[in-house]
C-alpha cells in the first residue's frame, strides 16, 4: 500500500532553515506528481509545494515562493523540501502528499515550529 514517512521536522528561529524529507513506498513515485502541504489546527490544509514526476515544473502559493524549495530522488523514493527564512507563519504540520490515480494520499507529518 501506499506509504509516505515524512522526517526533518522541528524547532526553528524566526529566519531559520529546515530540511524535510519524504521516503515513499508501495506505489510508482517516479510517477506520481508529489505535494507538500501544512496545516495548523481550526484553519483548511494549504498546498505549499508542487512538483512534476520529472522535477520539469515547480509550483509555489505566494506564501511560500522564494522561501521554499521542493525537489525529488526517483531513484530513491524521497521528496523533500528545503525551507529557508521560516517565520512563525510557517509553523504547521507539515505532509508528503502523493498523488496516485485516483487519489491523493498523505503521510503522519512531522511538526515545525517557528518559535524564539
Known amino acids: 500500500q501506499v506509504r509516505l514517512i515524512e522526517s526533518g521536522g522541528g524547532l526553528v528561529q524566526p529566519g531559520g532553515s529546515l530540511n524535510l524529507s519524504c521516503l515513499a513506498s508501495?506505489?510508482?513515485?517516479?510517477?506520481?506528481?508529489m505535494r507538500w502541504y501544512r496545516q495548523t489546527p481550526g484553519k483548511e490544509r494549504e498546498m505549499v509545494a508542487y512538483?512534476?514526476?520529472?522535477?520539469?515544473?515547480?509550483s509555489y502559493p505566494d506564501s511560500t515562493k522564494g522561501r521554499f524549495t521542493i525537489t525529488r530522488d526517483n531513484a530513491k523514493n524521497t521528496l523533500y523540501l528545503q525551507m529557508t527564512n521560516l517565520n512563525f507563519e510557517d509553523t504547521a504540520m507539515y505532509y508528503c502528499?502523493?498523488?496516485?490515480?485516483?487519489?491523493?494520499?498523505y503521510g503522519q507529518g512531522t511538526q515545525v515550529t517557528v518559535s524564539l
Open positions: 502528499c502523493a498523488y496516485v490515480y485516483p487519489s491523493l494520499f
Open positions: 508501495g506505489f510508482d513515485f517516479g510517477g506520481s506528481t
Open positions: 512538483i512534476l514526476t520529472d522535477s520539469r515544473i515547480t
